[in-house]
């Protein structure tokens, strides 16, 4: 039993770092890579976000950023 479950776990971070790597990259918070986890739809909840809301980092045409935190 505890060989699966490392075995888990280690494919699980596998999964889930890089994830939360693009998810910084594009600005958002990390801890969205943990939708890796839902059982049937969490990886396309991921890549719909990705492709669909807009990027917190991306630059506006004059070179200002699009969205501003408060």
């Known amino acids: 039993m505890f060989p699966e479950i490392g075995r888990v776990i280690i494919v699980g971070l596998m999964i889930v770092l890089p994830v ?3 998810y910084r990259k594009a600005g958002f918070h990390p801890a969205w890579a943990l939708l890796v986890f839902l059982p049937g739809f969490g990886l396309l909840l991921i890549f719909l976000q990705l492709a669909f809301a807009p990027w917190p980092n991306q630059k506006d045409i004059d070179g ?3 969205w501003k935190r408060p």
């Open 20 to 22: 939360g790597l693009i």
């Open 64 to 66: 200002g950023m699009k």
